[in-house]
């Protein structure tokens, strides 16, 4: 074999291993990234800066203080509003924010979004298929308003459409009729191949039989 020839397949396979790694590392970098984003991003929320290096809290100035404190709080605010008394005062002061100007519309669009996601009343756990630009072309979508009547449309429902490799998306009212009900796969499998651009697996759960 010529010398010539050696290193073009070296290269190669030099070329081809970079590719490997780089498939192995790229989603371990960005995934530690983002957490690490997240962390910082929580961890700054206390301003270390206003705390005296003599102080008696002077911990507070310690990375990662800042985080676990945040992480304590919301799980102390979880655990209080399930008590009756506390949850009654959560309830005037979400009441409260709702009917102030200007910040309702900002306060109602924030909580909706993550009760769509977290909340008992959780909007993206119906996976469909909806036909919007064409007879055979599907999108996968997720019903947010089952009925839509309130707009005048009757037999109509609002599909919310993920966009790919993004966290945005769009709402379509489409006609029942042109929505198939996803129910051989989890909400979770539906999000993650619409979000994906449809390059990862599904798992699909067998329907369980059910005799009288």
């Known amino acids: ?13 030099v070329l081809r291993y970079f590719f490997q790694g780089l498939l192995i590392l790229a989603p371990i970098g960005v995934t530690a990234l983002t957490l690490y984003w997240v962390f910082i991003t929580i961890d700054n929320i206390i301003p270390r800066d206003i705390v005296p290096v003599d102080a008696p809290l002077k911990y507070l100035r310690y990375k990662g203080v800042g985080f676990v404190l945040v992480l304590a709080l919301v799980i102390m605010v ?23 100007p200007f910040i ?17 009343k959780k909007k993206f756990d119906h996976p469909v298929l909806v036909q919007i630009y064409g007879v055979d072309v599907w999108e996968m ?20 459409v993920p966009h790919a490799y993004a966290i945005t ?15 051989n796969i989890s909400a979770g499998e539906a999000m993650k191949f619409a979000v994906s651009g449809g390059v990862t697996n599904i798992e699909v759960h067998e329907k369980k039989e059910t005799h009288a």
Do not use: C, N
């Open 78 to 100: 979880g655990y209080l509003s399930s008590s009756f008394i506390v949850s009654r005062i959560f309830a005037l002061f979400d009441h409260l924010l709702e009917r102030t």
């Open 141 to 160: 979508g997720f019903i947010t308003q089952a009925d839509v009547s309130s707009l005048g449309l009757e037999g109509y429902t609002a599909v919310y």
């Open 169 to 183: 998306g769009k709402v379509f009212i489409v006609p029942v009729s042109k929505v198939r009900p996803l129910t």
């Open 1 to 13: 074999m010529s010398p010539k020839k050696r290193i073009k397949l070296l290269a190669a396979r």
């Open 104 to 120: 309702k519309y900002i306060y109602t669009s924030v909580k909706d979004v993550f009760d769509a996601f977290v909340g008992e």
